[in-house]
């Protein structure tokens, strides 16, 4: 519980995340306002699941601890759920501006596109998600205590840490999967999008037992970020034409 | 603590989101009595119904040419535009968002109160309290109403020396005395041994600085920086010195009050900016943040955009910054030369009162300081945000004078008492048992 340890793991849980926004967003104000804009979203269908637990909550027996884990686990799905539902409600009021936008500009074609939209947003998702999961931890990490006193876990900042990363990634990459299959039709992908958001939140149940949860999550980050390389567009090609171009430049500097 | 009348009133009026394109309209207006409301639609049309046959044409060409230009160009630098009111607005947060956090002075309640909050929250009876703040917030409101209207009467009247007092009075008493008690404060919370001669020095320089900068000339971010300052520093001592149901109700009520002040054709806020509109001359700069270089009155070849590029490159001290930015908006301007009004549209910007600073800040700090809670304050903030944007996109539609407090407020406020209730014990469960959603 030092500074080393706040930094270390707030680095870790926002590291990437702020890098995408300084290098990717910050320059273009439209792509911030929908970042800001897919931060909100995510904070409704929070906002909405909490109130459903809550109610199931406050109907139940306090004192029946079993119950009232069922129903924490009832409302981690719920909420998943939910954030999908406003993923998509999201899309659909992005496909609406880039109607509004495109109709009212000179060019054809509107200022900003429907896959980085759909990174932006995704990344808009992530980035909340990873803030309310992370933001309370960090300030505790800063404070004097003794990590897993009472015989919980002593590795519970890095594991928290590296979760959130996932989770903000993932995030990104579900964004460009979800908004690629409701472009595209493809129903089974968003079918998939959602399973595996399922998926990951039950891994996430088997803490602490860090080994079940917190590898599969990763894998399931590398081949979420592979997919939605190859579903918006990357190739191979296109890989190794960035590391030539770059050895060119290179060479020729 | 008896804060001067002049703090009350200044903020309140600085509760208004403007849009800085209308005073040119005046010019393609052939009657200038036409109230301002009608002229957002009235303003492509008025040229055709003009009745003189001469200028009639040509004015249809000017208007409908830039028509479906300028409504992308609308949309298009309004993305730019809320940015540019995005980060003024965050930075004012965070400065009182840290403060709150890091300097238990503003979170300590003393037992003294505000003269305007004269009513003693009881916390042992509900009833009371609830009772009590709210006539806390009626003599609140209706002091500021109060104020307002001295304000707009004395605007009318053109008592331009009386008003000019009264807000050097005020930002003397921020940028001096407010800012004293500040770095006090601060320097009690990390122990800093400081001597008054040193003390002196700064607070000297700090607030003639500021003297100039907001009421004279001065570069446009150190204007920008130090309005943020005293909002920020406004902001604080409301969140001091308001008591803690009253301070909900307040901000509730005085998000009210500004919608009904800016709208209302009666409301005092709404004349006030059409007044100023009507003389063709800006809103006094210590009450308005501007996004872009303001232009004075009397400013010669407001259609020359050439020397006006010259004015705009000469005025102000750091040369570095202020040559990228005109630069920035030099080029914007010659892309976009066919018009010397759109130029004036892209130089101008957006301007948003204090008061929505102010408020802003009190909600998000009373967020901060109640509860070690994060979660709550960041939910707040991006309500705010998205408040703001919402705000702003209605601004680009409508172009005339909104209230920017209702719509974030409101959501604020929603966002606070939810989160704050129902989404805290849930994150709290999830935190306990790391399960991640």
Not at chain 1, 92 to 104: P, S
Not at chain 1, 221 to 226: K, S
Not at chain 2, 195 to 201: A, E, F, K, S
Not at chain 2, 397 to 416: D, Q, R
Request: net charge negative.
């Amino acid at each position: 519980m030092t500074v080393a340890v706040f930094f270390g793991c707030a680095f870790i849980a926002f590291g990437p995340a702020f890098s995408l926004f300084v290098f990717t967003i910050a320059r273009d104000p439209l792509r911030v306002i929908i970042l800001i804009a897919g931060a909100f979203f995510w904070l409704l269908s929070l906002l909405l699941s909490s109130l459903v637990w809550f109610i199931s909550i406050k109907a139940s027996n306090s004192q029946d601890l079993r119950l009232q884990r069922d129903l924490l686990i009832f409302g981690v799905f719920f909420s998943v759920l939910l954030q999908e539902v406003f993923r998509f409600a999201y899309y659909r009021l992005l496909r609406k501006a880039t109607e509004g936008l495109a109709a009212i500009s000179d060019e054809d074609t509107s200022a900003i596109s429907v896959r980085q939209m759909a990174y932006v947003a995704g990344l808009g998702f992530g980035i909340m998600s990873g803030a309310f999961s992370m933001i309370n931890v960090l300030s505790d990490s800063l404070g004097p205590g003794t990590v897993g006193i009472f015989g919980d876990s002593q590795y519970y900042f890095i594991t928290a840490a590296l979760m959130t990363l996932a989770l903000t990634l993932l995030h990104t990459f579900w964004g460009v999967l979800f908004f690629e299959g409701c472009e595209k039709s493809r129903w089974w992908v968003i079918a998939a999008v959602v399973s595996l958001h399922l998926l990951v939140a039950g891994l996430s149940l088997l803490n602490p037992l860090y080994e079940g949860s917190l590898p599969p999550v990763y894998v399931i980050t590398l081949l979420m970020g592979v997919w939605a390389f190859f579903s918006s567009g990357g190739s191979l090609h296109s890989l190794s034409a960035v590391c030539t171009r770059r050895k060119a430049e290179g060479e020729s500097s | 603590m008896n804060t001067s009348d002049s703090e009350e009133d200044s903020y309140n009026e600085r509760s208004a989101l403007v849009q800085c394109e209308s005073p040119t309209i005046p010019s393609y207006n052939q009657d200038h009595d036409v109230s301002l409301p009608q002229q957002t639609d009235t303003k492509r049309r008025r040229p055709v119904s003009s009745g003189l046959d001469e200028p009639g044409p040509v004015e249809r060409e000017r208007a409908s040419t830039p028509d479906g230009e300028e409504e992308e160009l609308t949309l298009k630098y309004g993305a730019k535009h809320v940015i540019m009111l995005f980060i003024p607005v965050t930075l004012c947060m965070v400065v009182v968002v840290a403060t709150i956090k890091s300097v238990s002075f503003y979170t300590e309640k003393s037992s003294q109160r505000l003269i305007y909050t004269p009513f003693e929250e009881d916390p042992n009876s509900v009833g009371q309290r609830l009772l009590n703040s709210f006539l806390n917030t009626i003599v609140m409101i209706s002091v500021i109403v109060f104020m307002t209207i001295i304000l707009v009467v004395l605007y009318k009247y053109r008592c331009y020396k009386v008003i000019h007092g009264w807000l050097i009075l005020s930002s003397l008493m921020l940028l001096f005395w407010f800012s004293f008690m500040y770095l006090g404060e601060v320097f009690k919370t990390y122990n800093v041994a400081m001597d008054y001669p040193t003390l002196v020095m700064i607070i000297w320089n700090f607030g003639v600085v500021g003297m100039i900068c907001i009421h004279w000339k001065g570069p446009l971010r150190l204007q920008q920086a130090y309005l943020i300052v005293i909002s920020a520093l406004m902001a604080l001592i409301f969140i001091k010195y308001l008591p803690e149901w009253s301070a909900w109700v307040i901000l509730g009520a005085i998000s009210i009050y500004d919608l009904i002040a800016v709208l209302c054709p009666k409301g005092p806020l709404r004349m006030l900016v059409e007044t100023a509109q009507e003389r063709n001359e800006p809103i006094f700069p210590a009450l308005i943040y501007s996004s872009a270089m303001v232009w004075m009155v009397g400013m010669a070849d407001s259609s020359n955009p050439g020397s006006a590029d010259g004015r705009r490159r000469n005025e102000g001290g750091a040369r570095a910054q202020e040559e990228e930015e005109s630069e920035d908006d030099a080029a914007h301007g010659r892309r976009r030369r066919y018009s010397a009004e759109e130029d004036l549209e892209e130089d101008r910007g957006v301007k948003l009162g204090l008061g929505d600073f102010i408020f802003y800040s009190v909600l998000v700090g009373k967020a901060a300081a109640t509860g070690g809670d994060w979660n709550t304050t960041l939910a707040c903030f991006v309500a705010i945000l998205i408040g703001l944007c919402l705000t702003l996109l209605l601004l680009a539609i409508f172009k005339k004078a909104l209230p920017a407090l209702p719509i974030s407020i409101t959501f604020g406020l929603v966002f606070y008492f939810s989160t704050d209730n129902l989404v805290r014990p849930f994150m709290d469960s999830l935190a306990a048992h790391q399960y991640y959603i």
